[in-house]
């Protein structure tokens, strides 16, 4: 098991520019969570996918972000026209389903730089 | 909506000493309480997981203690040594949306030798 894989690690883009990040669950695990970690902010929710089906966007920056899961083994992030606030570190998670009591199991993390 | 507040956000130790973490939430309904541990540049990895049923639970090298009355949640590193320098977050599921996990802004705990 590789556990949760994101890519890439690291991401710089220039201001205006698009990003995407990439997530590949934990097979078998049908939640998949998207975080944003910033120093000042901590771990923020952004959207979570239940069998693939977007559930709750509540966190998502309206208009810029937008995430997708087109099939069970990955999940995108996509950052259109980036600004230096999006730079953080964008963490995906995911668990076997969304009982609470289920831990998230996460990413090593794709560190985002917007110059 | 429920917020999780933890203290302190920096602690330093010596090798040896106790380390103690602590999380306050306000959802009275929280049910599921965890523990992650972030080593720099990796991601969280899981610690414990607590339920609302049980208020002591022993890990390798640590306590979790979960007072409902006071909705605290707290972490007691016991005998600190360098490799438990890390930041630590805990995370509480909200009673209404289970699935949402509202975490703690994060503790960054230093051993010194």
């Known amino acids: 098991n590789a556990g949760v894989i994101q890519t890439p690690r690291h991401k710089v883009t220039g201001k205006g520019q698009e990003a995407t990040l990439w997530c590949e669950p934990i097979?078998?695990?049908?939640?998949v969570f998207w975080y944003r970690q910033t120093i000042v902010q901590g771990l923020e929710f952004l959207t979570y996918f239940r069998n693939q089906a977007p559930i709750d966007d509540s966190g998502m920056p309206k208009e810029r972000f937008s995430a997708q899961m087109p099939n069970q083994s990955h999940s995108t992030l996509k950052i259109q026209s980036t600004q230096p606030q999006d730079s953080a570190v964008y963490l995906c998670a995911s668990s076997l389903g969304d009982w609470g009591g289920y831990e998230q199991y996460f990413g090593p993390g794709t560190r985002l730089t917007v110059l | 909506g429920e917020q999780v507040e933890q203290r302190p956000p920096h602690l330093s130790v010596r090798e040896g000493d106790s380390a103690f973490i602590t999380c306050t939430y306000t959802?009275?309904?929280?049910?599921?309480f965890f523990w992650y541990k972030q080593e720099p540049g990796a991601s969280l990895q899981l610690l414990m997981k607590?339920?609302?049923?049980?208020e002591i639970n022993e890990g390798q090298g640590f306590t979790v203690l979960l007072n409902k009355k006071d909705k605290r949640l707290s972490l007691n590193l016991t005998a600190a040594h360098p490799g438990d320098s890390a930041a630590y977050f805990c995370a509480v599921s909200a009673g209404t949306n289970a699935y949402k996990v509202i975490f703690g802004k994060g503790t960054h705990l230093h051993v010194l030798p």
């Open positions: 607590v339920f609302s049923s049980t």
């Open positions: 097979s078998g695990h049908s939640a």
């Open positions: 959802d009275p309904n929280s049910y599921y």
